[in-house]
């Protein structure tokens, strides 16, 4: 028998549901519920227990009860304690939900909730406005380029929730209250849960699906740049690194190794022999990744076939071309379309095709490229997807697009799967998608918010990410003030879920605004003093590979805000620019140019041990340590003990 709690008002429905442990999912609508549409959350979890109490439904931690006037309040169940409510904008008109016809059965809909005092939240995605807190913010649900929409935050009050539509939108987190919107939905849709940080987190994964299993090959040094231009190219980097005995796992072939966009397929000039160079790497202990985009241009040989068979995203008017990119032997831009990841017959027919190239040649590690979809100048709101309308599924887009990756290589056998991704939306964790930070500069201030960034998508549910380590616009390889930079950004993505050097150096070449080839990115390309601290970290981060692969069994992110290790430390809810290495390990990346020490908090309720120095020190204080150019802040919790020599 269902437990639901269920509140009506002329055609105004709403039905509260247990979700989970200590978990509710909410709906609202005109006239009825539907429950095929879109989302994140996967089936409803077996009836943890919930009832009706005194015409509430009590699940657990959590408490939902609605008033006689339909206002919805969570409360905690062991003290009472407000969680969050429902707060119309106004006394008369509207409510605390508002739909608002958008023709065709749509609507556009806002949810708003009461605003506390103090009151912060995480999570969100990825953005690179530099802030950890999001409280203050108003932020787009829309995919760009570097801006990652996922639609779950974590407040410091005890909940967690999850806006459960794909709809393009916004939300506002202001001092006078918080209003989610969607620009078009048929209801409003979303999931609460109560709880410490860590505990919302894995009941997060619990009812969006967890990762899987971080592939063995993955936890090592990933090695790339825009972009090496043939296979003989790649190949030679490669065995560079072996002769110099230093370790890789990956080598990536990017952008433009193919004759047209959407052949998904070898330029056979420069890339003569796919299986001798996958073979040749696998001797080498090194896989090959190989960047597929979803755009298909017009002088590709599957265009015309997509195109009439429906494969290729629809607009609402105009012509089917959402970008321009340079193509072909001309350098002007022509028009580009994109397949419809949210159609299963198009993801197979594109995955047909990246078997017969390079599965067949051995390639099992897939870099998912532009996958927001990069639309130029194009808008989501003019889509017409297999999944709906483009103002109601487009968020969709890059979860489907990795889904259809993630299935092609269980189809081959493959257990380990990962595809790096520039986007993602909530569930996308579930089909192996690790998101890495996008084009961002190649600044100080932008690995500032790289850090940042990065603690946000581990509290969004997404437990692989990766930056671009010296950042991806510019960066001279020969300056030593970049050669610092590269230097600090390096020591903080050794200690990233995945390690991975990628970037537009200059010399930077470009066609029609477009990069398509730059300075040299190896390890060995900044000079003997640099090198030797890089050769020193990709040493390290080997070493730690085994606890690495340990602590993501836990449930929990890799790279750990201090707050979900320490939640009941009111400081280091406050900390933006240290994490955890796991459980064990507490990260202070050096962030400013010039900076030969930093302050470091030490959360309460642990030890403390200063790697370089073997001082102690109790938790609940900051802490001035030494940072030179070779070193990186790090201290071990408690009775911890990790092979963190950074000596070579």
Known sequence: MTTALTWRHGHDVLVAEPWGADSVR???????????????????????????????????????????????????????????????AHFWWPGPRHFEPAGAGGHRVEQRFAAYAGERFYGLGQHSHGRFDQKGMVLELQQRNGEVSIPFTVSSRGYGLLWNTPAVGRVELAVNGTRWVADRAPQIDYWLTAGEPADILRRYAEVTGPAPELPAWASGFWQSKLRYRGQAELLEVAREYCRRGLPLSVIVADYLHWRHLGDWDWDGEDWPDGPAMVQELRGLGVELAVSVWPSVSPLSAN?????????????????????????????APIGVSFYDATDPRAREFLWARVHESYGKDGVRAFWLDACEPEMRPGHFHNLSLAAGPGAEVANLYPREHARGAFEYLGQQGETEVLSLVRSAWAGSQRYGAALWSGDIPATFPALRASVRAGLNVAMSG????????????????????????????????????????????EPRTDRAGVGVGGGPNEV?????????????FLRLRERLRPYLHEQLRSGLPLLRPLLVEFPSDAAAWDVDDAFLFGRDLLVAPVLYPGARDREVYLPAGARWTHTDTGTTFPGGRTVTVDAPLARIPLFLRDDARLPVNQED
């Open 26 to 88: 909410v709906r609202a609508g005109r006239h009825r519920i539907a429950d095929d549409r879109p989302g994140a959350l996967l089936d409803r979890p077996a009836d943890p227990g919930a009832s009706i109490v005194d015409g509430a439904l009590v699940n657990g931690r959590l408490r939902v009860e609605v008033s006689a006037g339909g206002l919805l309040t969570a409360r905690r169940t062991d003290t009472g304690e407000e969680l969050l409510r429902e707060a119309p």
């Open 303 to 331: 265009h015309a076939a997509m195109r009439d068979a429906g494969l290729l995203v629809a607009t609402d008017s105009g012509s089917g071309v959402h970008a321009e990119w340079p193509d072909g032997e001309t350098d």
């Open 524 to 536: 060995w390309s900044y000079g003997d003093e640099a090198y030797a601290i890089l050769a020193a």
């Open 462 to 505: 997404i437990p692989w990410w990766t930056t671009d380590i010296g950042g991806f616009h510019g960066g001279d390889p020969d300056d030593p003030e970049y050669r610092e930079l590269l230097v600090r950004w390096f020591q903080f993505g050794a200690f990233c879920p995945l390690f991975r050097l990628h970037g537009h150096r």
